[in-house]
T-cell receptor, first 119, second 115 residues
Framework: KAGVTQTPRYLIKTRGQQVTLSCSPI?????VSWYQQTPGQGLQFLFE???????NKGNFPGRFSGRQFSNSRSEMNVSTLELGDSALYLC??????????????????FGPGTRLTVL | AQSVTQLDSQVPVFEEAPVELRCNYS??????LFWYVQYPNQGLQLLLK????STLVESINGFEAEFNKSQTSFHLRKPSVHISDTAEYFC?????WGQGGKLIFGQGTELSVKP
């Protein structure tokens, strides 16, 4: 099986612009999560999507948004970019099921990330 | 809420020496615990996990970690490191219920193996 793919791998934007990042999960995986990685804040959870619905969200401003399509591919969008948005954005997919109440564990597989630089 | 503290930001070590990367967590409920490794310009790879059962878990490349509930720790060890182990290592937790895919990570430990 192909792994999680993220496009583009590198991106340079200027302050005030908006950006869209894409993530294609492993075939058959319906859960996609996004994380932001910065030297100062480390790895922080952005949000998770399952079957086109956001079911968990981290503590990020509304400028950060996402969506998931019927084929499980996901995009995240950052509007009005700030210098502090420069980061590695990682996407992870899993075969985790619908219920948040399930205690079964489904491994998350991470993509290589998109390196966003805001100038 | 859960939190994770990795006690060392950088660990330099010579090849074939033993190493321990320390991880402490805080949680009022039971958790699942993980170690991930990140090589330069790559995403995260799961190294090993503790879900339940035996408190000592092992990876295929010689790392092991021991879950210690009383000390709320999940330290990662390897008896003899190789140059190829040079990478950043992240400890992470999640709740078994109600968290979906949300992982809470520590700040990472940079392991640098020198010849």
């Amino acid at each position: 099986k192909a792994g999680v793919t993220q496009t583009p791998r590198y991106l340079i934007k200027t302050r005030g612009q908006q950006v869209t990042l894409s993530c294609s999960p492993i075939s058959g995986h319906r859960s996609v999560s996004w994380y932001q990685q910065t030297p100062g804040q480390g790895l922080q959870f952005l949000f998770e999507y399952f079957s086109e619905t956001q079911r968990n969200k981290g503590n990020f401003p509304g400028r950060f948004s996402g969506r998931q399509f019927s084929n499980s591919r996901s995009e995240m969008n950052v509007s009005t970019l700030e210098l502090g948005d420069s980061a590695l954005y990682l996407c992870a997919s899993s075969s985790r099921g619908r219920s948040l109440l399930s205690s079964s564990y489904n491994e998350q597989f991470f993509g290589p990330g998109t390196r966003l630089t805001v100038l | 809420a859960q939190s994770v503290t990795q006690l060392d930001s950088q660990v330099p070590v010579f090849e074939e020496a033993p190493v321990e990367l320390r991880c402490n967590y805080s949680s009022s409920v039971s958790v699942y615990l993980f170690w991930y490794v990140q090589y330069p310009n790559q995403g995260l790879q799961l190294l090993l996990k503790y879900l339940s059962g035996s408190t000592l878990v092992e990876s295929i490349n010689g790392f092991e970690a021991e879950f210690n509930k009383s000390q709320t720790s999940f330290h990662l060890r390897k008896p003899s490191v190789h140059i190829s182990d040079t990478a950043e290592y992240f400890c992470a937790v999640t709740r078994p219920w109600g968290q979906g895919g949300k992982l809470i990570f520590g700040q990472g430990t940079e392991l640098s193996v020198k010849p």
